[in-house]
């Protein structure tokens, strides 16, 4: 089934709390003898919502599935299985997917601890390794220890980065980061930010700044701005979350942390509530844990 299976093999152990979890429940329900019943609806409803699907995509779900079952006349669960992981995929591919062409430019954004410098790294790694040029920008000016954080992922991954001082305006990192990578030729321009989300209004404004400047200042490229979302934190990611939206055109989300959930479901309700498209998935810490989504693969991987 597995289109890659190195990348399958990365999906699968990456998932793994989901897939014990959330995975064992659905296979003990699917493999159940006897007819469809009651019960097993309400079951299904139980391990769905444990799994942080979501409310509404759970009762979506069923709809769904009491629908196949009755059209195909599917008696049996372990027939309706594949009908649940079709379902499920529909729902994830929903909206995936944006167009990313060269020469681009990355504004990575996302509440403080929610995985963005790594997030960083990693795709640095990963555009090179594609044989891309990558810069990046060290747009998170708050802390010494997020510039410092930052250029040692960078000299890990073998990339320059552009940065200032701690405290320096970062639309003026941007600045200097887009014309340098204009004048390189750099495939990628990938910006850090900050997310400090105790002053909003400042953080939106500082955003919207960075935003205007990026495009004004390098027209030619295709702007993406990516949402980094924790997706331990449940509802929270999705309110945090929402913050980000309102304050910059928000083109897909990076969904981190699926290694330290058992609630992997939540790519479901995350997506659903925040209507934006999973572009990657971070797996772990290493820097080759980040993964583009694949609707298939991470059905395949959860159940
Ligand atoms: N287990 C796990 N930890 C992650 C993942 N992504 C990031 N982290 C960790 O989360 C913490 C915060 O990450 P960082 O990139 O500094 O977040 P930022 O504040 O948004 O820049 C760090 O300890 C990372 O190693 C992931 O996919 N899985
Ligand atoms: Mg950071």
């Known amino acids: 089934m597995a289109k890659n299976d190195g990348v399958q093999k990365k999906y699968i152990l990456g998932l793994s709390k989901t897939r014990e979890s959330f995975g064992g429940k659905i296979a003990a329900l699917f493999n159940r003898k006897g007819e469809i019943t009651d019960g097993f609806y309400e079951e299904l409803e139980e391990t769905l919502i444990l799994a942080d699907v979501g409310a509404r995509a759970?009762?979506?779900?069923?709809?769904?599935?009491?629908?196949?079952?009755?059209?195909k006349r599917i008696a049996q669960a372990q027939d309706a299985r594949d009908e649940l992981k079709e379902i499920l995929v529909d729902m994830l591919r929903d909206k995936n997917g944006i167009e990313i062409t060269f020469p681009c430019l990355l504004l990575?954004?996302?509440?403080?601890?929610?995985?963005?410098?790594?997030?960083?790294?990693?795709?640095?790694?990963?555009?090179?390794?594609?044989?891309?040029?990558?810069m990046l920008a060290a747009g998170d000016t708050f802390r010494a220890a997020a510039l410092e954080q930052l250029e040692e992922?960078?000299?890990?991954?073998?990339?320059?980065?552009?940065?200032?001082?701690?405290?320096?305006?970062?639309a003026a990192v941007i600045f200097d980061a887009a014309h340098s990578a204009k004048a390189k030729n750099i495939d990628v321009l990938i910006c850090d930010t900050a997310g400090r989300l105790h002053n909003k209004k400042h953080l939106m404004e500082e955003l919207k700044k960075i935003e205007r400047v990026a495009k004004r200042e390098y027209p030619e490229a295709c702007h993406r701005t990516l949402l980094v979302t924790d997706a331990t934190t449940g509802q929270n990611a999705i309110s945090q979350s929402e913050v980000f939206k309102q304050s910059v055109d928000v083109d897909g989300m990076i969904l981190t942390k699926l290694d330290g959930t058992a609630k992997g479901g939540a790519a479901i309700s995350i997506m659903r509530e925040l209507g934006l498209p999973i572009v990657f998935i971070s797996v772990g810490e290493g820097i080759d844990d980040l993964q583009e989504f694949d609707p298939e693969q991470f059905v395949e991987a959860i159940i």
């Open 153 to 170: 992922w960078a000299k890990r991954a073998g990339v320059p980065v552009v940065r200032h001082g701690e405290g320096a305006d970062p």
């Open 58 to 71: 759970t009762v979506d779900i069923l709809d769904e599935l009491q629908r196949r079952i009755r059209q």
């Open 108 to 134: 990575i954004v996302g509440v403080n601890g929610a995985g963005k410098t790594t997030a960083i790294a990693k795709l640095a790694s990963r555009y090179k390794a594609m044989g891309r040029s990558v």
